[in-house]
C-alpha cells in the first residue's frame, strides 16, 4: 500500500488527529516524515541521543512526532511504502515487531513530544507557523 498523505494510513480518528498535528508543524505528507526521519537513523544501527534546547525544540518535536505516524503506520499495516524524493521509487517499510510495541511506540513518542512542548512552548517555533 502506498502511503501519500498521512490520512492515508487509516480512515480512523487517530490518523485525522495526526493529520491535523502535522500540519500544525509543517508536516503534510509521509514523503516529509520519512525525510525527517531518515537522517537519524544510523548505518550501523546504534541508538541516537538528541539534547533538546529552546533552539532545537521545534525540530525535535518535528522528528519525533515523524517517528510517531512510522510506528503508528506500521501499527495499521503490516507492509506499506512512502514516495521518495526520486521519481518513480518508493521506500518500503515492514512491521517486524509486534503490533503491540508498534503501538506503544506510538504513544511514547507522542509522550515525549508532550513533554518538549511542556517545557519550551512554543518559544523555539518558527514565527508564523
Same mark, same amino acid.
Given at each position: 500500500?502506498?502511503?501519500?498523505?498521512?490520512?492515508?494510513?487509516?480512515?480512523?480518528?487517530?490518523?485525522?488527529?495526526?493529520?491535523?498535528?502535522?500540519?500544525?508543524?509543517?508536516?503534510?505528507?509521509?514523503?516529509?516524515?520519512?525525510?525527517?526521519?531518515?537522517?537519524?537513523?544510523?548505518?550501523?544501527?546504534?541508538?541516537?541521543?538528541?539534547?533538546?534546547?529552546?533552539?532545537?525544540?521545534?525540530?525535535?518535536?518535528?522528528?519525533?512526532?515523524?517517528?510517531? %505516524?512510522? +510506528? *503508528?503506520?506500521?501499527?495499521?499495516? $503490516?507492509?506499506?511504502?512512502?514516495?521518495?524524493?526520486?521519481?518513480?521509487?518508493?521506500? =518500503?517499510?515492514?512491521?517486524?515487531?509486534?503490533?503491540?510495541?508498534?503501538?506503544?511506540? %506510538?504513544? +511514547? *513518542?507522542?509522550?515525549?513530544?508532550? $513533554?518538549?512542548?511542556?517545557?519550551?512552548?512554543?518559544?523555539?517555533?518558527?514565527?508564523? =507557523?
Amino acid at each position: 500500500m502506498l502511503l501519500i498523505s498521512i490520512s492515508d494510513i487509516s480512515n480512523d480518528i487517530l490518523s485525522s488527529e495526526l493529520e491535523s498535528i502535522g500540519y500544525s508543524l509543517g508536516v503534510s505528507s509521509m514523503r516529509e516524515v520519512w525525510l525527517l526521519v531518515e537522517p537519524w537513523f544510523p548505518a550501523d544501527g546504534s541508538r541516537v541521543a538528541i539534547t533538546v534546547t529552546e533552539e532545537s525544540c521545534f525540530e525535535v518535536m518535528r522528528f519525533l512526532f515523524s517517528m510517531a %505516524v512510522i +510506528n *503508528y503506520a506500521t501499527l495499521i499495516h $503490516e507492509e506499506f511504502e512512502i514516495p521518495s524524493i526520486e521519481m518513480g521509487v518508493a521506500i =518500503r517499510f515492514k512491521r517486524f515487531y509486534p503490533q503491540s510495541v508498534c503501538e506503544a511506540s %506510538v504513544f +511514547n *513518542y507522542l509522550s515525549k513530544m508532550r $513533554e518538549v512542548m511542556d517545557k519550551f512552548g512554543s518559544r523555539g517555533f518558527p514565527t508564523g =507557523r
